[in-house]
């Protein structure tokens, strides 16, 4: 029986280790990577065109923080929007060094989580993108409070109502053991006398505030924006 010579055998057979790296790979890349590249260059555009001033506030997250008229809401406040739809807390994490470190705050208000749930992750996994924003923000701007939103109770999403719950339960914990976090919690204000989420606070998608959700979530926040 004639055999294959040992340099075609080598061959395969680093070939087949190849493959499966690169598969190996492909499952470890941080989500959306490439789809969120677009709006990231365009804030580092923005940033570079208008350098930030040290000390704001940054505003991060999905399109609840996107769709957010801050001036609005805090006329007198020195924020920033890097709000982009449908991101998860890890791709926050992920960007954290192009869209945050660059304005050097004393402050950075986050919402995420909402669309986590949606795509199946668990309250644990949400947590585990939680601390690994915390703790870059812990270790390269180590002055940085951070404010988390709690996840909201919303009409569209109301079947995820125990996991977003549970999510906040153990978000908040973690919070309360570290001075240089906070924890706004958005959902009793949002429910209504019937125990479901207030439908004047929401677009008609059911989703998104409206200027009177927004006007919720700013009473709530307000007291810990202060310097």
Same mark, same amino acid.
């Given at each position: 029986?004639?055999?294959?010579?040992?340099?075609?055998?080598?061959?395969?057979?680093?070939?087949?280790?190849?493959?499966? $790296?690169?598969?190996?790979?492909?499952?470890?890349?941080?989500?959306?990577?490439?789809?969120?590249?677009?709006?990231?260059?365009?804030?580092?555009?923005?940033?570079?065109?208008?350098?930030?001033?040290?000390?704001? *506030?940054?505003?991060?997250?999905?399109?609840?923080?996107?769709?957010? /008229?801050?001036?609005? &809401?805090?006329?007198?406040? &020195?924020?920033?929007?890097?709000?982009?739809?449908?991101?998860?807390?890890?791709? $926050?994490?992920?960007?954290?060094?192009?869209?945050?470190?660059?304005?050097?705050?004393?402050?950075?208000?986050?919402?995420?989580?909402?669309?986590?749930?949606?795509?199946?992750?668990?309250?644990?996994? *949400?947590?585990?993108?939680?601390?690994?924003?915390?703790?870059?923000?812990?270790e390269r701007l180590?002055?940085?409070?951070?404010?988390?939103?709690?996840?909201?109770?919303?009409?569209?999403?109301?079947?995820?109502?125990?996991?977003? @719950?549970?999510? &906040?339960?153990?978000?908040?914990? @973690?919070?309360?053991? /570290?001075e240089r976090l906070?924890?706004?919690?958005?959902?009793?204000?949002?429910?209504?006398p019937d125990g479901?989420? @207030?439908?004047?606070?929401?677009?008609?998608?059911?989703?998104?505030? &409206?200027?009177?959700?927004?006007?919720?979530?700013?009473?709530? $926040?307000?007291?810990?924006?202060?310097?």
């Amino acid at each position: 029986m004639s055999l294959l010579p040992r340099s075609i055998v080598t061959s395969a057979v680093l070939l087949g280790l190849s493959l499966c $790296l690169s598969r190996v790979e492909a499952q470890e890349a941080p989500r959306g990577t490439s789809r969120w590249e677009e709006a990231i260059q365009k804030f580092e555009q923005q940033d570079a065109e208008q350098p930030p001033q040290p000390g704001g *506030v940054v505003f991060v997250g999905s399109s609840s923080i996107r769709l957010w /008229d801050l001036k609005a &809401n805090f006329p007198d406040l &020195n924020a920033i929007n890097r709000g982009f739809g449908g991101s998860q807390l890890g791709d $926050l994490a992920h960007f954290a060094e192009r869209i945050l470190l660059a304005h050097r705050p004393r402050l950075v208000v986050v919402y995420a989580g909402d669309n986590d749930l949606a795509a199946g992750k668990t309250p644990e996994q *949400v947590l585990a993108d939680y601390e690994r924003l915390a703790a870059f923000l812990h270790e390269r701007l180590p002055e940085t409070r951070m404010v988390y939103i709690g996840v909201k109770p919303s009409l569209a999403r109301w079947k995820l109502i125990e996991q977003v @719950r549970q999510t &906040n339960q153990m978000i908040a914990q @973690r919070a309360s053991q /570290d001075e240089r976090l906070a924890f706004v919690d958005i959902d009793a204000p949002m429910i209504g006398p019937d125990g479901l989420p @207030r439908k004047k606070l929401f677009r008609d998608d059911g989703l998104h505030l &409206n200027d009177e959700g927004y006007a919720v979530w700013a009473e709530q $926040l307000r007291s810990h924006l202060e310097p």
